[in-house]
């Protein structure tokens, strides 16, 4: 009986097994290439996927790292342009010093009054016309005269440009209270407080903003190819001039030239002063000429501006030594005033080419600056203009060397081929600057003195524009004699 059962089993297992194998066996080919293409098909679209992912992760990575390099690139730029302005700011002590130096006591308030009003009125006038004049962006004479706006427009921190718009106006303005300042020196001790405010807001906001526009703000001197890095000429000059035309029509102080026209030297009260102002202003440079490089961000910006600052102090060295020794040679003694106009004038001579010239080329032009700086102020004199300061020789004269040198020993620019071609752009945009700068203020400073406001009487003179301009003494009563310190 059970032999009998085991036997339909055994049989039924076999006839299963055999079944399945039939059908293994039955199955076609293609069938299994199917799945080995399905099962590849799915790998595939899983590497795809992958690459996919990780194309999007690296492009993601690759835009934030663009971001952050603009990013960055504007931090720095901004922040180092703003400590620049800062330090051309700082100037505005130094020309306070220089100039309450080289005068009488009896005039300090005065100075520093013209001084504080120099930067403070100027940076009205520009907010308001002179920086749109300079940097237009429309042109009302093509190349001439650009369109007036006010204020400063303010920058979107998510698209960020080079700088900062407000680090470039707090840049910008601080040269032009520079030029203005420049003249106060020239015209010193015998000027109408209100007649030189009048003069301030027109040079800040109209006059200086014009003529930088022909260079700065893309005008007809720029497509010439006139160079001027940080303003030899559009600043220095500029005010030089203004303050000539300034002491022209001014005429001397009081006892400066005897009636047969000789020379009497009016010494200033505090040479300590004067060369505190000076030193200041060399600081100060650091910020006018490595400032005007612009951008500072990566290595090439880097290298430029610390090559701007030593171009700068070899200039204003050499300077300070030949215009000392060459003071040493014509009066027998090492005269320290010569010495520190010699570094003014070293400094303004290389301010137009500090980014181009060789080092020796930078000594060369600095010294030819104090030397200047020496025959200028002696020019002065043989001619019975009378310049306290030496504001003339120092920026006038050694502004217009600035130019014509940077024609002489600077890399030429695109499209200039020849040296002999640099300098004849250089030397006519140069006399277009100073030109009109001369004239336009030679035009104010007639027109004030035509009103009878241009300069105080000989009574408030010799009492000292303390008292008779502002109604207070810079010093303890005790320290002056006879009411005003000479």
């Known amino acids: 009986m059970l032999c009998t059962l085991r036997a339909p089993v055994l049989t039924g297992i076999l006839l299963l097994g055999l079944a399945a194998f039939t059908a293994a066996w039955s199955t076609p080919a293609h069938s299994q290439e199917t799945d080995a293409a399905v099962a ?4 595939t679209e899983a590497t795809s996927e992958e690459t996919a992912a990780v194309a999007e992760e690296e492009a993601a990575e690759a835009e934030v790292v663009a971001f952050d390099a603009a990013d960055s690139a504007y931090t720095i730029n901004t922040l180092i342009m703003f400590i620049c302005a800062v330090l051309v700011l700082f100037m505005q002590a130094g020309f306070a010093m220089v100039e309450v130096g080289l005068n009488s006591a009896k005039n300090t308030v005065n100075i520093l009054a013209k001084n504080v009003m120099d930067l403070s009125v100027g940076v009205i006038l520009f907010l308001f016309v002179g920086f749109a004049l300079m940097y237009p962006g429309e042109w009302l004479v093509d190349g001439y005269l650009g369109e007036p706006t006010s204020f400063v427009t303010r920058d979107n921190p998510d698209a960020p440009g080079d ?6 106006f707090l840049f910008q303005v601080a040269f032009a209270a520079t030029a203005a300042t420049i003249v106060s020196g020239a015209v010193a001790g015998r000027m109408k407080f209100g007649a030189y405010l009048v003069y301030s807001a027109l040079l800040t906001g109209f006059i200086y903003p014009i003529s930088g526009s022909w260079k700065w703000g893309g005008g007809f001197l720029d497509a ?3 160079q001027d890095f940080a303003g030899s000429v559009v600043v220095h000059a500029v005010g030089g001039f203004a303050g000539l035309a300034g002491a022209i029509v001014l005429g001397p ?4 030239f005897t009636s047969d026209g000789k020379s009497v030297p009016l010494p200033g009260h505090n040479i300590a002063f004067a060369a505190l102002g ?8 650091y910020g006018f000429n490595p400032g005007s490089q612009l951008t500072y ?9 610390t090559y701007i600052a030593l171009t700068t102090t070899l200039a204003a060295s050499a300077g300070a030594v030949v215009a000392m020794l060459t003071a040493w040679a014509l009066f027998s003694k090492p005269d320290l005033t010569m010495a520190l106009n010699g570094v003014l004038g070293g400094l303004v001579a290389i301010t137009a080419n500090c980014d181009r010239v060789a080092q020796w080329e930078a000594l060369v032009i600095g010294a030819a600056g104090g030397a200047l700086v020496v025959l200028g102020i ?10 306290p300061v030496g504001a003339w020789p120092v920026h006038g004269l050694c502004g217009v060397w600035g130019g014509i040198a940077t024609g002489i020993f600077g890399d030429l620019p695109d499209g200039i081929e020849s040296v002999g071609a640099f300098i004849m752009v250089q030397s006519i945009a140069t006399v277009v600057i100073c030109a009109w700068a001369f004239f336009t203020m030679l035009g104010v400073f007639l027109a004030l003195k035509a009103v009878g406001v241009l300069r105080v009487s000989a009574e ?3 009492a000292g524009l303390d008292i008779s301009e502002h109604g207070m003494h810079a010093y303890p009563a005790d320290g002056i004699s006879g009411g005003a310190m000479a």
Do not use: C, H, P
């Open 40 to 43: 590849a098909d799915v790998a």
């Open 460 to 462: 408030e003179e010799q």
């Open 378 to 387: 002696l020019l002065l004199e043989k001619l019975k203009i009378d310049d």
């Open 253 to 256: 102080r009081l006892g400066r």
């Open 278 to 285: 000076v030193f200041i202003l060399w600081i100060g440079w």
């Open 224 to 226: 010439m190819g006139f």
């Open 297 to 305: 961000a990566g290595a090439a910006n880097a290298e430029a501006t």
């Open 163 to 168: 700088y900062s718009s407000s680090a470039d």
